[in-house]
């Protein structure tokens, strides 16, 4: 008993350390583009307070200060979350799309999305109202 709750803890380490190697270098190309958009932005203060900065009435203020930078933790934790969604999501474009469980209302009983398809018609689904 104790060697298959050994081998399902193993089967998962190696499963999140997979999805870590696939998803490391889309995350590295985001982190350094966030970096990017703070240098960009010391760069701006920088050439502001040489004076180099030439008005323009279609130009909005610069505003750079401390407090909006883009390379922090939560930034960084929020693209790795992100990414980790992206991934892991059930539709991918050009597949097949996931038959999930939904509510028909009026005959008030659940059933499978492509069950509602008649045929090659395709399938409309309207998450709105309308009112």
Known sequence: MMHDSGG???ARV????TLCLMLL???LVAAVMLWLLDFLCIRKKVLLKMGAKQDSPDDPP???SDSNRMFTL???R???YGQKLDFLKSAHLGRAAPNTEVLM???RRQVRILDCMKGKRPLILNFGSCS
């Open 14 to 17: 190696l499963k999140h350390a």
């Open 8 to 10: 399902v803890q193993m």
């Open 105 to 107: 209302v009026q005959e």
């Open 74 to 76: 939560e930034s960084l």
């Open 62 to 64: 610069v505003c750079v």
């Open 78 to 80: 929020a693209v790795w």
């Open 25 to 27: 270098p889309r995350f």
